[in-house]
């Protein structure tokens, strides 16, 4: 059963992937990121990651998209100019997506990872419980924490900063 | 066939490489941008996994602190790609070339 349904996640995800690198609309681009986030999260409840599945939902496909349909619509930039792509970027992309590629199916064919223990064999699971998830907050990693929130603090006073108006500034040209 | 460690692997690399295929193909900057996310969130499922067959916690912690730092990279790139566009009037990269010559 976990077994199909990785499959079906697994392919939900990668399409909706392929949708926002192939959708020429930002909208629906931004509507693929959101259901390929839905698949990730249906993928860490299936690796017993409950928590993370929700705050995926809440912070990526809840927060995140939403700030990328609101700077969408914005910007309004449907109306520029459709150019064509250049033959270079697009043989370099497709070069560099075709090494990538083979790189995964080299750790698919020789990696030797597959020795390690299934999950049904493997040692009884910590579980993804609250309680372990706040210990190991506030006990190994207090520092860690404590730098996040300064981090979100100081990327808070740089929104802030930047949605500012420069008076003084020339324009770059 | 068994959903194992390398079949989370194989599809964390697979939206990885979608992703970065996405971020040098477009052009348009907040496009680049969500494929920049989803490479994000690829690596996040790599971690997942080998926390997860690895019967220790400690990735989970770890991608709890990638996500808070995603969420403040997603809310200071989109203001800088606001103040750009306030300023030169286009998202697209190519007519971004000021540092150019």
Redesign the interface.
């Known amino acids: 059963m976990?077994?199909s349904l990785?499959?079906i996640f697994?392919f939900f995800?990668?399409a909706c992937?392929?949708g926002?690198?192939a959708?020429r609309n930002?909208v629906n681009?931004?509507m693929c990121?959101m259901l390929?986030?839905m698949g990730?999260a249906g993928?860490?409840v299936?690796?017993?990651?409950y928590?993370?599945a929700a705050?995926?939902v809440l912070?990526?496909a809840g927060?995140?998209v939403a700030?990328?349909l609101f700077?969408?619509m914005?910007?309004d930039?449907q109306g520029?100019v459709k150019?064509p792509?250049k033959k270079m970027?697009?043989v370099?992309?497709?070069a560099?997506?075709g090494l990538?590629?083979v790189?995964?199916?080299m750790?698919?064919s020789r990696?030797h990872?597959?020795t390690?223990?299934?999950?049904a064999a493997?040692?009884?699971?910590?579980g993804?419980v609250l309680k372990?998830?706040a210990e190991?907050?506030f006990t190994?990693?207090l520092l860690?924490v404590q730098v996040?929130g300064f981090?979100?603090l100081?990327?808070?006073l740089?929104?802030i900063v930047?949605?500012k108006k420069f008076e003084g500034m020339e324009?770059?040209? | 066939m068994n959903a194992g460690l390398n079949e989370y692997l194989i599809l964390s690399g697979l939206l990885f490489a979608l992703g970065f295929f996405g971020v040098l193909l477009r052009k348009n900057t907040l496009a680049i941008f969500m494929c920049l996310e989803l490479m994000l969130v690829a690596s996040t499922l790599a971690v997942v996994a080998f926390s997860r067959f690895n019967g220790t916690l400690d990735g989970d912690v770890f991608v709890f602190f990638i996500l808070t730092v995603a969420a403040a990279e997603v809310a200071v790139g989109l203001a800088i790609i606001v103040a750009l566009f306030r300023r030169r009037q286009t998202v697209q990269v190519e007519e971004l070339n000021a540092l150019k010559n």
């Open positions: 976990a077994d990785f499959y697994a995800t990668v992937a392929v926002v690198v959708n930002a681009g931004a990121l390929c986030l990730i993928l860490f299936l690796l017993d990651a928590l993370l705050l995926l912070v990526y927060a995140v700030l990328f700077i969408v914005l910007l930039m520029g150019r792509f970027t697009a370099a992309s497709l560099s997506l990538m590629l790189g995964v199916s750790l698919g990696g990872l597959a390690l223990p299934s999950p493997a040692a009884a699971p910590v993804a372990n998830y190991l907050l190994t990693y860690p996040m981090l979100l100081i990327a808070m740089g929104v930047l949605s324009d770059i040209k």
